[in-house]
């Protein structure tokens, strides 16, 4: 089973950064993420508020370098919770569970914050962006001749998989 969700929006608000009974730290925010149609109606693009939760170094990130209107790039897992309300009526509420938050824009597009940085993940490490490994010799770029297609030097005629 999969429940794997990636969002890109705006801060509604600052991150509100709180910490449990035992010292561990939790961060919740807001995000303002437009859909991909128009309402055919009224063409404009409708926007949903989705909330997001953030614990340990990641929320001690957000709520650092993320403010108001700052775009965010968030990679979590959607999670539904049950609860009960003060009058004592069952409600529901979902919301994202952030592993991993990036900035979306540049210093200069938001308000404030820090240049560009990788965040963190929710085990602390640095959530920066992965690159392929180098090539093994035979597997270049295409040739310039503008031909697409390049014939390996090393193929044994194994498959992969």
Do not use: C, H
């Amino acid at each position: 089973m999969l429940n794997k969700i990636f969002l890109m929006g705006r801060l509604t608000r600052d991150p509100e950064l709180r910490r449990t009974q035992t010292g561990t730290p939790v961060a919740s925010f807001s995000l303002a993420v437009d859909r991909d149609f128009k309402d055919k109606t009224t063409g404009e693009r409708t926007t949903d508020f989705i909330d997001v939760v953030a614990w340990r170094q990641t929320a001690e990130f957000v709520s650092r370098y993320f403010t108001k209107g700052r775009m965010a790039v968030v990679e979590g897992r959607l999670q539904i919770r049950d609860w009960t309300d003060k009058d004592g009526g069952k409600r529901r509420s979902a919301e994202v569970i952030a592993d991993n938050i990036y900035f979306g824009d540049s210093k200069r597009d938001g308000d404030g914050g820090s240049s560009y940085s990788t965040g963190f993940n929710q085990g602390g490490y640095p959530a920066g962006g992965y690159s392929a490994p180098a090539a093994p010799s035979g597997y270049g770029a295409p040739p310039a001749d503008g031909d697409q297609f390049a014939e390996l030097s090393d193929d044994d005629g194994e498959l992969p998989f």
